[in-house]
């Protein structure tokens, strides 16, 4: 029998440096920096490669494309920064059906001038990265997903607080599957939401390890007609939600296991015709209800062995076939 290997595709070694102080392949002088950043981009082969951003403050005047596979940006940390000096509708735009795109060590100012989103994946990018990036003013949205991909992570990065008018959210998924989202810290601010799964084809998505303080609603998994759905939700901390921790929304056959909520109106809200989810071994406190299924159109979800701790609605079952068990109640 004759077995055949699954390989990604071949990545160029091209490898590329960009630089303020003249030590570069491409110098940038603290004026319209994009333009060089982009030549840069614009230089490596259709394989892809490697661009290297050393320290240093790189004015954005225009958006930033990726549009070819295996392009990786690499920053040296928190000293190497993208600033947007003017309105633009995205610091960073990652073309439909670009794969294989990395980037991390790099902090991204949006300094309130995009428009729609800091970093932008549009559509059918699939195995790509963003890590290790710090975000600022980057309202209305840092990183946002438009359409359909696949295998996205985004980790260790850093959202800080946005106090202008929202909605603003931090990580915006409108359609992606078998995705990672972990590790995260997002601060929030006025009508900050954290990470929003929201009204596109969404599946399999891992919510881990992130850290969502002083927003509106930390998690929302929010589908439609059972668009949505079978995604984890594991081991994050949420405090000092004002309205909801996690919010279910048209959407099934997700777990909701081992996170820790204190603060806010709903820790757990299932709505609108949520079915066959999960919700096990959390710990809520201080908040109005615990855990809520709204509707009988809640069918059939399971809500075992959490912890609810100073709430004053601990449980409020309006659901179908609601499965309560093994809760303790303080």
Same mark, same amino acid.
């Given at each position: ?5 699954l ?14 102080d ?22 490596l082969?259709? &394989? ?24 990786? %940006?690499m920053?040296? @940390?928190?000293?190497t920064?993208?600033r ?5 509708? $995205?610091?960073?735009?990652v ?5 294989? +795109?990395?980037?991390e060590?790099?902090?991204?100012d ?12 549009? @559509?059918? &990018? ?7 990036c710090?975000l600022?003013n980057?309202?209305?949205r !840092?990183i946002?997903?438009?359409?359909? @991909? ?13 106090d202008?008018?929202?909605?603003? $959210?931090?990580?915006? %998924? ?5 995705s +990672?989202?972990?590790?995260? $810290?997002?601060?929030? !601010? ?12 969404s ?9 969502i303080?002083?927003?509106v ?20 901390? +949420? ?13 099934d056959?997700? %777990? ?11 820790? %757990?809200f ?5 079915? $066959? ?9 201080g ?24 709430c ?5 079952d309006?659901?179908?076939? &609601?499965?309560?068990?093994n809760?303790?109640?303080?």
């Amino acid at each position: 029998m004759v077995m055949t290997l699954l390989t990604r595709p071949k990545i160029s070694v091209a490898t590329v440096v960009i630089a303020t102080d003249g030590s570069g392949d491409f110098n940038c002088n603290g004026t319209a920096d994009d333009v060089e950043i982009q030549a840069a981009i614009d230089s490596l082969p259709a &394989t892809g490669g490697c661009i290297y951003i050393k320290e240093g403050v790189y004015d954005i005047t225009n958006t930033i494309l990726i549009d070819k596979d295996n392009v990786s %940006i690499m920053g040296c @940390g928190h000293s190497t920064i993208f600033r947007v000096s003017v309105v633009i509708n $995205y610091l960073i735009n990652v073309t439909a059906n670009t794969d294989y +795109f990395t980037f991390e060590l790099i902090q991204l100012d949006g300094n309130d001038n995009c428009v729609w989103a800091v970093l932008r994946f549009s @559509g059918a &990018t699939t195995r790509s990265r963003v890590s290790n990036c710090w975000l600022d003013n980057w309202e209305p949205r !840092g990183i946002t997903f438009v359409g359909a @991909g696949e295998g996205i992570i985004i980790e260790n990065c850093v959202f800080e607080a946005a106090d202008a008018a929202g909605p603003n $959210y931090a990580i915006l %998924i409108n359609a992606s599957s078998r995705s +990672f989202i972990r590790g995260n $810290y997002i601060y929030g !601010g006025t009508n900050v939401y954290g990470i929003q799964i929201y009204k596109g084809t969404s599946w399999y998505i891992s919510i881990i390890d992130n850290k969502i303080i002083n927003v509106v609603s930390s998690v929302t998994i929010s589908g439609t007609s059972g668009s949505c759905g079978r995604c984890i939700v594991s081991s994050n901390i +949420f405090p000092s939600s004002s309205g909801w921790a996690i919010w279910i929304q048209e959407s099934d056959h997700n %777990i909701i296991t081992d996170n820790e909520f204190f603060g806010g109106t709903k820790g %757990i809200f299932l709505e609108d015709d949520s079915n $066959y989810n999960t919700v096990a071994n959390n710990r809520i406190s201080g908040c109005t209800t615990g855990i809520e299924a709204e509707a009988a159109a809640d069918d059939e979800n399971i809500i075992e062995s959490n912890m609810i701790h100073n709430c004053t609605n601990p449980i409020v079952d309006g659901g179908t076939n &609601t499965q309560i068990f093994n809760n303790k109640e303080l």
